[in-house]
T-cell receptor
Framework: QQQVKQSPQSLIVQKGGISIINCAYENTAFDYFPWYQQFPGKGPALLIAIRPDVSEKKEGRFTISFNKSAKQFSLHIMDSQPGDSATYFCAARPEYNNNDMRFGAGTRLTVKP | KAGVTQTPRYLIKTRGQQVTLSCSPISGHRSVSWYQQTPGQGLQFLFEYFSETQRNKGNFPGRFSGRQFSNSRSEMNVSTLELGDSALYLC????????????FGNGTRLTVT
């Protein structure tokens, strides 16, 4: 059922660097693409989300880039901080508007001080 | 506003037993979804409830069931537990609508021995 592929599986970045996580989806019937951040022992928390009619969305240090024709979207974390060390999940929601969210496998980000 | 509350946080059960997990959504949220998170399969959708009715169901066996009460609180039940049911079970609540994000609780960690 995996319809969202996420890479890389793990990522190590120096403090102040840019973290980039990529996702690709297989089904065109998705209409909402969120990114979640999860710390150990916690549930995923919504970071930022985008709809397919927008090519880019920025919130603070976090930016989603969306390429509808390539069925790809990515998360950029600018000026990465040690506090950003967490697991990040991309997701896609079917356009029939329910909460059957399809998640990527996750990327474990480590930001070294 | 209080977040999504899941109880208990940890559970240890024996194969063949059954278990009930509880979820209290954010006040005003009438949609409740359940997800299973494992290292191997990632985050997988179990089912979603809205107004005490199951709206959608993921690809899990009938041993996994749920219900929602009139106050939007939800429970999920797993009968005849198997070792493979060991996982973090996450509940998420949301408003109903195309741009409504999922708000996750911190989960119930179930260990089956």
């Amino acid at each position: 059922q995996q319809q969202v592929k996420q890479s890389p599986q793990s990522l190590i970045v120096q403090k102040g660097g840019i973290s980039i996580i990529n996702c690709a989806y297989e089904n065109t019937a998705f209409d909402y693409f969120p990114w979640y951040q999860q710390f150990p022992g916690k549930g995923p928390a919504l970071l930022i989300a985008i709809r397919p009619d927008v090519s880019e969305k920025k919130e603070g240090r976090f930016t989603i880039s969306f390429n509808k024709s390539a069925k790809q979207f990515s998360l950029h974390i600018m000026d990465s901080q040690p506090g950003d060390s967490a697991t990040y999940f991309c997701a896609a929601r079917p356009e029939y508007n329910n909460n059957d969210m399809r998640f990527g496998a996750g990327t474990r980000l480590t930001v070294k001080p | 506003k209080a977040g999504v509350t899941q109880t208990p946080r940890y559970l240890i059960k024996t194969r063949g037993q059954q278990v009930t997990l509880s979820c209290s959504p954010i006040s005003g949220h009438r949609s409740v979804s359940w997800y299973q998170q494992t290292p191997g399969q990632g985050l997988q959708f179990l089912f979603e409830y809205f107004s005490e009715t199951q709206r959608n169901k993921g690809n899990f066996p009938g041993r996994f069931s749920g219900r929602q009460f009139s106050n939007s609180r939800s429970e999920m039940n797993v009968s005849t537990l198997e070792l493979g049911d060991s996982a973090l079970y996450l509940c998420a609540s949301s408003l109903l609508g195309q741009n409504s994000p999922l708000h996750f609780g911190n989960g119930t960690r179930l260990t089956v021995t």
